[in-house]
């Protein structure tokens, strides 16, 4: 009798060590399906704010496009009144480059707002090679665009998000209590 009570015994705690892995795997189930309802509640916030995200990209190429406008603009004129002139625009090569067209202002002012390239760079180019005047238009649309608009996009996507967020827990909280009753 005594060899069957160390036979119980031994199934008895390799039973007991089975119950705690499987009470350590419950617990590991719960922390990933934890995430996973993070993870879900991420997924959800980033589909409900595609329509603000679009929204977004119009008005910031709009900006875009407005600024790149008067810097092309600006740099035609320089261009026309030295050729009108006479003189030769080599020493407007490095501008030209830049600002030649409005593809091309469109990509350094979208350098400028994102921190592609310095925008002191860009500021340089047009102070020394059209007008130090051009400073002021070029302050204005650095900050507009970083000051007003990003911070204000900024503010739309969090908001988006805590009313998605906000919105998923209520949708937890009712399936659960249906799970319940």
Excluded at 55 to 70: E, H, K, P, Q
């Amino acid at each position: 009798a005594g060899g069957s009570d160390t036979s119980i015994m031994q199934k008895l705690s390799i039973l007991r060590v089975l119950r705690s892995v499987r009470l350590v795997r419950l617990v590991r189930l719960y922390k990933v399906l934890k995430h996973v309802r993070d993870l879900r509640a991420l997924v959800i916030s980033i589909g409900s704010s595609f329509k603000a995200l679009i929204w977004t990209i119009v008005l910031l190429l709009l900006l875009i496009y407005c600024g790149s406008l008067v810097v092309t603009h600006a740099v035609f004129e320089k261009r026309q009144a030295i050729h009108d002139g006479g003189l030769d625009d080599v020493h407007l090569e490095e501008i030209v480059l830049v600002f030649g067209d409005l593809g091309l202002s469109m990509l350094a002012l979208f350098e400028a707002l994102f921190g592609g390239q310095d925008w002191d760079v860009f500021l340089r180019l047009l102070m020394d090679h059209i007008s130090p005047w051009m400073a002021l238009p070029w302050c204005i649309f650095i900050s507009f665009g970083m000051l007003t608009i990003l911070n204000a996009i900024t503010g739309v996507f969090v908001d988006n998000v805590l009313q998605c967020t906000r919105r998923t827990e209520e949708v937890y909280l009712v399936n659960n209590v249906r799970e319940l009753f």
